[in-house]
C-alpha cells in the first residue's frame, strides 16, 4: 500500500485520513509537536503530503516541510490562492477546494463536490468518494484559481455581510441581496487584485449561490469573520482600493 503523509490531524484531517485508509493507503500522520524531518527520514517518498493544520500554522508548514516531501504536497486551506504556495517555492502541489464541513461530534457533510487539481488529484479524489463526499477533478491554472477565488468569494462574502445580517445564507440572499452583492463585489475586487485577473464576477456569483444551495441553513458567520474583516481591509489597503462597504462593517 502506497504511504500518504497527513499533516495535522483535525476535524478535516482525520476525514481525509479515514478516506484513504478506506481506499488502500497508509496514512502517517504527523501531530502538532512532531519533527516533520525525522518523519520524513521515515518516510522519504510518500504518495502525497497533504497539509491539513489550523490557518494558522499553514504558512509555517509550508515553510518547514522537508525538501523530500515538497514535490508531494497537496493542500487544504480557506482563502487560498496561488500567491500562498509561490512565495514557498512550490511548483506544482496538489490543491483542493473543500466543499465539505465536519464539526465534532458529527459527520462531514457535503455542500457540493470539491474540486481538486495536481498530481494528487486522481488519489484525493477516490479517498473522498470511497467515503460518499463527492470530489472533481478539474484542471490547474485558470479552472482552479477560478474555484479558489470562488470558494474564497462564498467564505468571504457570507462572513462578512453576516456581521450586520446574522442569519443562514438563504436568508442573506432573499432579505439582504443588494448589500450581498455590494460585499461580494468588494470581496472580488480584492481577489482580482490577489490574483492578478479579472474574473468573471456574475459567474462567481451563480457558483456562491449553488454553494448556498447545498446547504440553504447554513448560518452566515462565526468566530474567525472579525479576523478574515481585518485581513480583507488589509488587503484592499495593500492595493490600493476603497471597499466602502467592508470599511463600514470594521467601524
Known sequence: MSEVVVIGLGQLGRVFAGGLLRSGHTVVPVNRGDDMFTVAHAHPEPSLVLVSVAENDFHTVLAAMPGAWR???????????????EKYRYTDPTVISVWFEKKKGTDAKSLIASPVAGPGAALLCRALTSIDLPCREVAPGDALLFELVRKNVTILTTNLAGLKTGGTVS???????????????????????????????????????EAFDGDPDHGCTGRSAPARLARAIAHADEFGLAVPTLRSLAR
Open 71 to 85: 514535490p508531494h504536497a497537496a493542500l487544504i486551506q480557506n482563502e487560498l490562492l496561488p500567491r500562498d504556495w
Open 171 to 209: 436568508q442573506l440572499w432573499a432579505q439582504h441581496e443588494v448589500f450581498a452583492r455590494q460585499v461580494a463585489n468588494e470581496v472580488m475586487a480584492i481577489q482580482d487584485a490577489l490574483t492578478g485577473v479579472a474574473h468573471d464576477r456574475e459567474k462567481l456569483i451563480t457558483g456562491m449561490l
